[in-house]
């Protein structure tokens, strides 16, 4: 069974809203930089969002930047994406990931080797 618990996938249609969760079992989240992740049909997974748990200071790819956001609840070690104006576009399966360190996000970061740990994954769909 896998350490992270997501939740808050569905079908919506353009323009409306959504908020993802991932809950961490058996670890602090606080101990790791924080990465969401989508892969849609056919393509290469690529990471969204990070949540640099170095400093608090947060990363998103541009295709998402100024509608998605990372946030961390540390006393419910739960990790959160509000996802506004949703696109087309943005249909496809996310996932939350945890980084081996507390390092500061970056775009080589989130391509990089070291998100080892990974929730299940959540549907999102965005269709008129």
């Known amino acids: 069974q896998s350490q992270f618990v997501e939740s808050g996938g569905g079908l919506v249609q353009p323009g409306e809203s959504l908020r993802l969760s991932c809950s961490a079992s058996?670890?602090?989240?606080?101990?790791?930089?924080i990465g969401w992740f989508r892969q849609a049909p056919g393509k290469e997974r690529e990471g969204v969002a990070c949540?640099?748990?170095?400093?608090?200071?947060?990363y998103y790819q541009d295709s998402v930047k100024g509608r998605f956001t990372i946030s961390r609840d540390n006393a419910k070690n739960t990790v959160w994406l509000q996802m506004n104006s949703l696109k087309p576009e943005d249909t496809a399966r996310y996932y939350c990931?945890?980084?081996?360190?507390?390092?500061?996000?970056?775009?080589?970061?989130?391509?990089?080797?070291?998100?080892?740990?990974w929730g299940q994954g959540t549907q999102v769909t965005v269709s008129s």
């Open positions: 990931a945890t980084h081996n360190r507390r390092v500061r996000c970056n775009d080589s970061v989130l391509r990089g080797p070291d998100f080892a740990r």
């Open positions: 949540f640099s748990s170095s400093d608090g200071s947060t």
């Open positions: 058996g670890f602090t989240l606080d101990a790791h930089t």
